[in-house]
């Protein structure tokens, strides 16, 4: 598991270089992270309240 997170991290760091090296400015690459980061949050909340919520209709019915 640490092995595919260092992995993961090397490839950010790679694809960062690359939008530095296209003219990215450093703000516009941490907005692109962030925006990211949210994405995925957003929608592994989702993921999960749908996964609750099929579960708990199975157990009431």
Avoid: I, P
Wanted: glycine share 4%; charged share 20%.
């Amino acid at each position: 598991m640490a092995e595919t997170a260092v992995t993961a991290a090397s490839d950010r760091r790679h694809d960062l270089a690359v939008l530095r090296l296209t003219g990215a400015t450093r703000a516009q690459a941490l907005r692109l992270r962030a925006a990211e980061a949210l994405t995925a949050v957003a929608l592994g909340a989702l993921l999960g309240l749908l996964v609750t919520a099929l579960t708990l209709r199975r157990r009431t019915t």
